[in-house]
């Protein structure tokens, strides 16, 4: 079983940044891609970004050159920069992790998901 925990959501104006991390336990992060996703109130969760066992990267083209993907495999945690923020970036943010080495952007593909964390962007 995995535990994911998502933290570093707050509250920010459009144009400033934050990071958002997820420190998974109950099982490392070998071989597995982890992603991000969001879902804003009244819409359906959309996906963010993710990043492959490899390291190869996939943005959603809403926060491509904005938002930053990353992860420590040696921490077992994975990171979301984001600069640059919009209102339309408010959501609550969820981590996931499928158990496969290859990204995915449909959520039903991935297999352990966090609690989620609050992103407000006031303009």
């Known amino acids: 079983q995995v535990l994911l925990v998502e933290s570093g959501g707050g509250l920010v104006q459009a144009g400033g940044s934050l990071r958002l991390s997820c420190a998974a336990s109950?099982?490392?992060?070998?071989?597995?891609?982890v992603g991000w996703f969001r879902q804003a109130v009244g819409k359906e969760r959309e996906f963010v970004a993710a990043?492959?066992?490899?390291?190869?990267?996939y943005y959603a083209d809403s926060v491509k050159g904005r938002f930053t993907i990353s992860r420590n495999n040696a921490k077992n945690t994975l990171y979301l920069q984001m600069d640059s923020l919009k209102p339309e970036d408010t959501a609550v943010y969820y981590c996931?992790?499928?158990?496969?080495?290859?990204?995915?952007?449909?959520?039903?593909?991935?297999?352990?998901w966090g609690q989620g964390t609050q992103v407000t962007v006031s303009s």
């Open positions: 996931a992790l499928r158990r496969a080495p290859v990204v995915v952007t449909t959520d039903t593909l991935y297999d352990y």
């Open positions: 109950g099982r490392t992060f070998d071989g597995s891609a």
């Open positions: 990043i492959s066992w490899s390291f190869g990267t």
